[in-house]
Each structure stands twice: as C-alpha cells, then as structure tokens.
C-alpha cells in the first residue's frame, strides 16, 4: 500500500470520528485533565521531599500538603478509569454506526451484487475488520491531542525551573515519532495483507464447508484439507508478521525514551557534582528541580508511549479500512431509484424494449431483450443454467440495472420508488430464506397483521397443514438456524405460504420446485399453479412437466429469448424448446 493511499484511508477513518464528537472530545478533556493531575501530583511530592530532605520541616508539618498529594492520586485514578469508559463508549458508537452503513449498503446492492463475493468475506468484513477499529477511536484518536498537549505543559513546568532539562526533553522528544512512523507505514501494509488473508479463508471455508458432502462424493476431502491448510498456514505466516511490526514498534519507543530519560538523569548526576554549571536561573540547582524532572520526564513520554502502543491500531484500523472504504464507494447502479408510484390497481403489465440487463459495474449480462408479459398472465422461463433466467427476475426484483426501456404499466421501472416497486411483488426461490424463529413469524413476515382465517387459508393452499399437525408446537415450533429443524421440502411450503399471504401484483419464483423430493415438489407446484392465477407470474423452472396450461413460455439462451409460445405450439415444432423436451425424457 503505497503513502498515497495511506494518507487517504487515514483522512476516512478521522471523517468517521464525527459520528462521536461529543464522547471523543470528552476524552480529550479528562486526558488533559489527567496530564494536570500528573504535573500537581510531581509538583506535590517534588515538594514534600525537598522540605523533609533539605530543609527538614517535621512530618506533622506537611501533613496538609500530604493530603492534597493523597487526594491527586485519588483523583487522577478516577479520571484514568473514566475515560477509558468515554473512549470505550465512543469507539462502540462510532463501530454500531459504521456497521450500520455497511448493512444499508449491502441491503441497497441487492442480493445480485452480494453473490459475487462469497459468504466467509462479507461476515469478515461486516464483524472483524470494523471490530479491529475501535482502538483507533477508543484511545488512539484522542491520543493524538493529549500527546502534543501533556508534553507541552510539562515541558512549560520544568523551563522555569531548570531550562537545560526542558531542552533535552525537547531534543530527544521528535525522534519517536519519527521512527514510530517509519514502523508504522510498514505495518499498515501488513494488516492489510492479513485482512486480505483472513477474508479469502473465511470465503474458501464457508464455501468447503457447504459443498462437504460432494466434496466427500467426488473423493475431494483430503485434497480440500490440504488447501485449507496452505491457506491457514499462509494466515498465520502474515498475523505474525503483524506482531513483529507491533513488537519492533515498542522497541523503538522503549529505547528512545529511556535514553532520553538517562540523559536528563546523567545532566542531574553531574550537575550535583558540580561538574556541570548551566541550566539553573543563578540559584544552583535544586533538590527540588532534580525531583521535579525526574519525576515528570517518564510522565513527559508517557503520551509518546501510548500513542506508540495505540499506532498499531492505527495500522490495523488502515488495513481494515481499505477494503470497507472501497466497497462503502464502489458505484451501485440500482435500477430503481426514482419517486413515481403506480397508480392503477390489479395487476401489472410488463413491456420491454431493447432492454440490455447489466451488472452492478454496468456490464451486459444479456442480448437486447423485447417482450410482453400481460397483466394477469403467467409466464415460464425456461433454458440452460447461465441463459440469464435468474438475471431477468433479479432486473425485475429491483437489484440489476439496465439500458433500454421496461415499463410497468406504462411507467419507466427505474422512474418507481424502490420501497413502493418492492411492496407490490412476491417472490420464492429454491433456497427458501427463514430468518425469523417460528413459524408462525416467518409465515406472517410481510404481513404482520394477517388474520387467524388468513393464515389458515395461506397454509392449506401452500400444503403446511399437512406436516404442521406433526410438529410438537404447530406454529409455535423454533424452525432453528438455517431452517435445520425442518426438511427443505417443509421449509419451501412455509416460504410459498408466505408469499401467498402477502397480496401482490407480480409473483416472481425462481426454481421453486428445485432440491425437492417427488411429494414435496407435487405440493408445491401444485399450490403455485393455483396461486399463479391470483397476478401476474413469472417463473423461471425446469420443471417442464408443470407448465403445460400455462399462457406462454418463453425460452431463453445466451441472454436472448429465442422462443415464445404456449407448451403445444412450442413442443410441435423444431427448436430449443423441443430439445428441452428431448433431454429431459432421456433424464428420465
């Protein structure tokens, strides 16, 4: 990662900081408050030695100056321990936030932009990389100030009373900055690999672990774990490069500020021998200056040092942020994004002219399409996997962007308001989605206000009913994670039930029969083909055998609709379609 790009991910991360102004400028100030109390604190015991040592007042004569020394420390603890609180409260504000955004923004890409990167590296993203921030706005970012300011007002402590002390404080001080920057650009660098690392493991696992049973099939486990390995290997390899940068960091602090320290230590020594006469006002040098300096010149480093220890969060935060910086301002072309609302009721025509479909990046995923789907009718999709069936509903669905022109009861489609489009669809796909816990909860999931009768009625028809009387809590039942406590074919039937409950315009469904078993896949075709009269449908399948009383099918191959006809006419004649037909009774 070069300087350039360092600077600019530098200037993101503090534009994000305004998200939390309050509780970090808050930090700031108990920070300062803090470096204060150290000052009174050195200044007090200073004191309290110089008088019990040099001028030997009694110890019941300092009694009072002794108190206050108590109370500094009491209080300077107290400050400490809030402001870690502060930071902590601030860094989780600033992180909830961001996380935030990141979701609304993979909600406003759509699912057609999210598949193109596997599942592994999006949770590595929206978890680990904005997790790995918080030390940067926690306590990185407010000690930024604090270690020009705290340095500052000791160094303005200790001028009037002894400036030679000052001016060695002042002369070794810029050295650890420097070097701790050096350290730091190549650190930077290395957290980036590293996430970039972590989030191609998490990817290749996720996927490893979905495809384990065919894996297992095709005699491809032992090969897989091999790779698996190589590529942990290679994480560990780069985290530990990591740790040596952050190690090599400390060092460089550490040495810096001791020899500083020694060096204020040595002028002192040499100077109570009278081997060195300068940097008193013509008053000597004192019990009290030498106290006061030495007990101040590790406070005086101090914010250096822990802004030393906070710059490999810096560095971690550079790393994380350059992926989520990129992909916060990569370009979304939504195809809906206007204000207009339909205004007619029923449901809805569809007209294409020249339609180009693109991806997110506006790259042509199909031929110029041109067709017509009447309101009330239903259409098949059918064709080869990759003839651009699931592109189309995508389009439709509101997640792909497109030239040309597609109206929808007479309006331009990327004129409609995406939250009004969205209201007037359904949509079933063959991996059936239940994120809620219950059923009952997924089923009314677009229409939480649904009726007991309703419900009922969308059940029978989806052919819920049929398996619910077997589950120990009917509606009641916890479907689990992913849907595990429920057969996919019953899990298919609960998302079809939902979509027949949500009253629509347009059903789209994508494969609603695919991975099903024979009964499961009766059912639920069977339910769509009544359910399918209600709107207008669209249906992408291969399930030729359930389309023969359809209105039209259209086929479609390398992104261009080839066929149009109803399942007679294009069976009777020669074609893709006929071809279909041909393969699929020799599957059989």
Known sequence: MNKTRQQELSRWLKQQSVISRRWLNLSRLLGLISGLLIIAQAWLLARLLHHMIMENIPVEALLLPFVLLLLTIVLRTWIVWLREKVGFHAGLHIRQEIRRQVLDRLHQAGPAWIQNKPAGSWATLVLEQIEDMHDFYARYLPQMSLAVTIPVLIVLTILPVNWAAALILLGTAPLIPLFMALVGMGAADANRRNFLALSRLSGHFLDRLRGMETLRLFFRGKQETADIERASQDFRQRTMEVLRLAFLSSAVLEFFASLSIALVAVYFGFSYLGELNFGHYGTGVTLFAGFLTLILAPEYFQPLRDLGTFYHAKAQAIGAADSLKTFMESPLQSPVRGQQ????????????????????????????????????????????????????????????????????????????????????????????????????????????????????????????????????????????????????????????????????????????????????????????????????????????????????????????????????????????????????????
């Open 341 to 588: 609302k339909l205004t007619t009721q029923g449901p809805l025509e569809i007209v294409a002219h020249n339609l180009v479909i693109l991806t997110s990046e506006g790259k042509p995923l199909s031929a110029p399409l041109n067709f017509t789907l009447p309101a009330g009718s239903r259409v098949a999709l059918v064709g080869q996997s990759g003839a651009g069936k699931s592109s189309l509903l995508n389009l439709l669905s509101g997640f792909l962007p497109y030239l040309g022109s597609l109206t929808i009861n007479g309006s331009e489609l990327r004129e409609l308001e995406p939250q009004h489009w969205r209201e007037q669809l359904s949509w079933v796909g063959q991996n059936p989605q239940l994120p809620a816990t219950t059923l009952h909860q997924n089923i009314t999931l677009g229409a939480p206000d649904a009726s007991e009768a309703q419900i009922a009625a969308a059940i029978d028809k989806a052919g819920v009913s049929e398996f619910l009387s077997q589950l120990p809590e009917k509606l009641d039942t916890v479907v689990g994670e992913q849907a595990t406590r429920i057969s996919v074919g019953q899990a298919q039937r609960v998302a079809l039930a939902r979509a027949l409950l949500s009253p629509c315009r347009l059903l789209l469904l994508d494969e609603p029969g695919a991975s099903l078993d024979a009964r499961s896949e009766e059912l639920v075709m069977n339910a769509l083909n009544d359910a399918s009269r209600q709107q207008t449908t669209l249906m992408v399948t291969h399930q030729l055998d359930y389309i023969r009383d359809w209105d039209s099918i259209w086929v479609m191959r390398d992104g261009q609709i080839i066929q149009q006809g109803n399942y007679a006419a294009l069976a009777g004649q020669e074609g893709p379609f006929a071809e279909l037909l041909t393969w699929r009774e020799e599957e059989i």
